[in-house]
């Protein structure tokens, strides 16, 4: 499945537009990681356990619009938008949203 930015893909015609599919995941931030991201930022490292969190949660919404698109007899999902946002008390979750629009290639 092609899956891009783009509003087309490159060499290739769209023959038809299937419609708009999203995927989204909401992950909860764990209280001992949240700590350890806060020292290693006061030392000015990295939050490697952040950056793991986020691709994980990155790859299953991408992951889940694609099955949304394959539902639809799509090749590709054109026009894609990826979001970040905090979510509920104290910023505690974390969800990840992606849209685009599936559509079949000739």
Known sequence: MIVTTTPSVEGREIADYLGIVVGEVIVGANIFRDMFA?????????AGAYEEVL????REAILE???KARGLGGDAIVGCDL???I???AGSMLMVSISGTAVKLR
């Open 65 to 67: 619009m694609v099955g």
């Open 83 to 85: 979001d970040y946002e």
């Open 55 to 58: 691709e994980r949660a990155r």
């Open 87 to 89: 979510l509920g008390k």
């Open 38 to 46: 806060s020292i290693r930022d006061l030392v000015g490292g990295r």
